[in-house]
């Protein structure tokens, strides 16, 4: 493995960094105040081509790979979390989903207007009575002569009320347990049937809505059936595998940021005639936070640079898990832990909402929860160490 970017990655980190700071740093504190998501937010990343990384050339995809949308998303989470959803939402969850089990039909339906973000997507699995256990999921899809109607309630589900795309996974037939769960793709978020609210209590990701969607008898067409029935837990399972690289990336973008306020405010205040970055017990915090920052960003690329030579060789990504959980955990933990430490270093103003840390604090907590809970990647990476899982 080369531990240097080449000049290609170097040149997207620079553009992602650019673009943080030009586009989304200017409004950012009056967005967070007021919980403002900005749709020409995502349309102006779409222009960047930050959705179209792992898109089949004719659907303009641009080959940066699972590593070039690592390092641009680190990027942005760095200048905001919140806006590092998006290249989940538009495309580690649903493209991916499509490479690996899309027909052609269904790849032509939705590629375009996830890639360009004319339309905003979303992967819903999490329901109120089931979040780690997929597999207790209530939502049922009942076989009609030419598709299927959807009943249910997803909850905490990212990109809602904004959605207007979806994938969604629900039960053909309970009596198979996790073998009767098949997934659907959701053309029109806005039809009859389908309700998004927003989840307006939540702790941070201010300007990246979240929330739950009702399905009342929603119609869902045979063509928008993903794989076979009941393939859908299978599918769920491989889509989570990108979408919690994405989610370290951001946790890694959230420790680098950290890390940079933290060294400047530890060279600027001053206690008892000298600056805090001159204590030890501080220079402990700031080298804990290195140290974890370091470890976090080699698994998150490694897990990228494994799932790129997957994706290089066969067009598909499948079996990249284990190294997945090892950096979607680690990184998770690294930046709530550099959370913590930077509260503890700014004392008193990181109480403070005028300073930055403190929704650095909130956001991270996320990352120990989204795309299954920190506990969970634990049980998946003992089950792999134990021999338990292949
Ligand atoms: C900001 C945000 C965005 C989200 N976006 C999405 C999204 O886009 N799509 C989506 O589908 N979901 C989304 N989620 C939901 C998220 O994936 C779930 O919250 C998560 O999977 C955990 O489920 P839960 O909250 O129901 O917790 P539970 O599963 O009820 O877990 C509660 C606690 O029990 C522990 N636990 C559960 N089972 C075990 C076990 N077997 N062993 C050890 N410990 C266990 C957990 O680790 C946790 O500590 C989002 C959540 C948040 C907060």
Redesign the pocket.
Known sequence: MDFEFDEELQAMRDMARNFAERKIRPTMEEDEKEHRFRREIVEDMARQGFFGCIAPEEYDGNDAGFMGATVMCEEIARVSPSWG?PF??QMM?MQTVLMNHGTDEQKAAFYPGLVSAKTLG?????????????AGMGTTATVTDDGFLLNGT???????PVADVAVTFAYTDKSKKHRGISAFLIEDMHAEGIEQIAIES????YC?P?GEITFQDAFVPKKNLVGEMGEGFKICMIMLDS?RLSSASRAVGVGQALIEYCVQYANERTQFGQPIGKFQMIQDQIADMYIEHEAAKLLVYRSAWEKDKQWRATGKVFKTTLNTSVAKLYAAEAASHAANLAMKIYGSYGFSTEYPVERYYRDS??Y?????????Q??IIAGFALGYRK
């Not at 979303?122 to 997929?134: H, L, Q, R």
């Not at 939540?202 to 990701?205: C, E, R, T």
């Not at 120990?368 to 969970?376: A, L």
Request: aromatic fraction near 4%.
């Open positions: 959803l989940n939402l969850g979303a992967f819903a699995i999490t329901e109120p009575n089931s979040g780690s256990d997929v997803k909850t905490w589900i990212s990109g809602i939540k702790l941070g990701l990246a979240t979408t907590k996320t120990q929860v989204v795309e299954g809970t920190s506990n969970i634990k049980v």
